[in-house]
């Protein structure tokens, strides 16, 4: 009787930790649009790339969709889209200028950068929005666990020159995943 009364307890403590497992866990999109950079006109040159860093709280994102959990607690950090929007095009300056795209990510806890969208060969169309598209395979976690700095890095190759400073906004979205 005593040993049948210890094996329910044991077996209660263990559901009742999955259970709170289970109640700290948090899955979610993040919108990150508040990304602002500047290319540079190119004059003669037919290649771009410019960084930009940006800082983000992910603890307080994180304990806004679950007070128990904290950034630590990342299990996936992945990306769903990347939108780059021309904020000052004009019929001689818009992405039909722009042959190819990569954006990369990175971090002050990992300064290696991933690229985490590609587009290969862009249309030569006027346009001021562009999809660049992402690996939805790549997890970017350990970029995220610990820091505070993120950075955006925008390059590629020019169909042809700009004759201005393109004002680009980054519009990444993320899927997020944590728990205990």
């Known amino acids: 009787m005593r040993k049948t009364l210890l094996t329910l307890t044991i077996l209660g403590l263990i559901f ?6 289970e109640l700290a866990k948090a899955k979610f999109n993040m919108v990150n649009d508040t990304v602002e950079l500047i290319i540079p006109a190119s004059g003669s040159a037919l290649t ?3 960084s930009e860093s940006f800082k983000m709280n992910l603890d307080s994102i994180l304990k806004a969709e679950n007070v128990n959990l904290s950034q630590e607690n990342i299990k996936s950090f ?4 990347a939108e780059l929007t021309i904020l000052n095009a004009d019929s001689s300056n818009n992405f039909a200028n722009i042959q190819s ?3 990369s990510f990175y971090s002050n806890a990992n300064m290696t ?7 290969a060969s862009n249309p030569d169309t006027y346009a001021t929005i562009l999809n660049v598209p992402v690996n939805q395979t790549i997890d970017v976690k350990e970029y995220a666990k610990t820091a505070n700095t993120f950075y955006y890095t925008v390059s590629g190759t020019l169909r ?3 004759s201005k400073d393109l004002r ?3 519009k990444v979205n993320y899927a997020i995943e944590a728990g205990l």
């Open 78 to 81: 992945k990306l769903n889209s």
């Open 16 to 21: 009742s930790c999955d259970k709170l497992k």
């Open 113 to 119: 950068p991933v690229e985490i969208a590609t587009l």
């Open 48 to 50: 771009y790339a410019k």
């Open 168 to 170: 680009i906004k980054i």
């Open 101 to 103: 795209c990569v954006v």
């Open 160 to 162: 042809k020159a700009t």
